[in-house]
């Protein structure tokens, strides 16, 4: 009886450390990533589909747990908890890095990059993206991926703005981005910081006459439903998104893991690309359809905005708290913008 009863302790004991074993091994690592945007938003889906190159890549060796809507809380409140080490992964609009880092700024500057082919090669770029490292570096953050937004575009809500002029006295709402909210100041406007889940309530109510986002951005997050009905089209300020990793917990890793998060990173980033041109058409069809009255301004008008926005904003930036070096070196990279639509058909 005595050695029967060893024999089941052993054999429980067995178990127990096979269970164990397995647990581990079935997920070594696991991590949050916050994203603010809402589930079925690109970003969203790109994350998602992030999640699934990872736990293929690793056999299930690395799960990311994906918080999309701003559960975790606003871009800046997760990308500090990244930096602090309380959150693993945080990604929203590069914008919202601002009171971290200034590595995106220069890519905020308006009309900085005129077609999407120059956007994309700014993405890839090696010597760009190692300038960017390397500022993220002394902030605590590692840079895993980049997806684009839609160029930034003005909705407002109760009167089309059809030149520069028609913006006196607007208030719009802005990122954190000082170089959106100097553009919205040359044109005559007001910008007023107001974090993503907090938007729809500040159109709302009216505390902000419009915005400045994407169509992706107005069309995700339903703006256009009872907001937004006027939209003018200038394409003047791109903007991605930042998709972030603690840089310490990086470093720990083993290179199996970062091999693995790169690969998955560099994949979600290829499958973004070749999907972002029909959802963002897709979302200004759908926001036309709803009402939306969209004006396209011709030359002459567009070099108008342009020209505002390029004389004002950029000499109270570039050489002082943005890196002339830099932005010549993201010049000289880019290569000539394309002609036609941004988004082609």
Known sequence: MKNFGKRMLICLTIVCTMVFVQSVSAADFTFKLANVM???????????????????KTDGKIEIKTFHG????????????????????????????????PAFEPFHLPYIFEARNQQLAAFRNPKIRGHVDEELERTGLKWLMALEYAPRQIGTTNKAIL???????????????????????????????????????????????????????????????????????LNFQSYGVAIVFNSKKWAKLPDWAKKALEEAAFESMEWH???????????????????????????ATAKKFRDIAKKEVWPQFVGKTIDKDFVELIQNEVGAPESGEWFKQ
């Open 38 to 56: 809402p589930a079925g938003d690109h970003v969203a889906l790109a994350c998602d589909k992030f999640a699934k190159l990872v736990d293929a």
């Open 70 to 101: 701003g559960q975790l809380g606003s871009g800046k409140e997760t990308f500090e908890a990244v930096k602090s080490g309380f959150l693993d992964i945080a990604t929203d609009s590069y914008a919202n890095m601002y009171t971290l880092t």
């Open 163 to 233: 030149q520069p002029e028609n913006l006196n006295g607007l208030k719009l709402r802005a990122s954190r981005s000082p170089l959106e909210i100097a553009t919205h100041k040359a044109w005559g406007a007001t910008g007023v910081t107001v974090d993503w889940p907090q938007v729809p309530e500040a159109l709302r109510l009216g505390m902000v006459d419009g915005e400045t986002v994407g169509y992706d951005s107005m069309e995700s997050a339903k703006h256009h439903v009872d907001s937004i009905r006027y939209v003018t089209e």
């Open 273 to 299: 690309e070749k999907m972002f041109a029909e959802y963002v058409n897709n979302a200004k069809a759908e926001m036309v359809k709803a009402g939306v009255k969209v004006t396209i301004p011709d030359s």
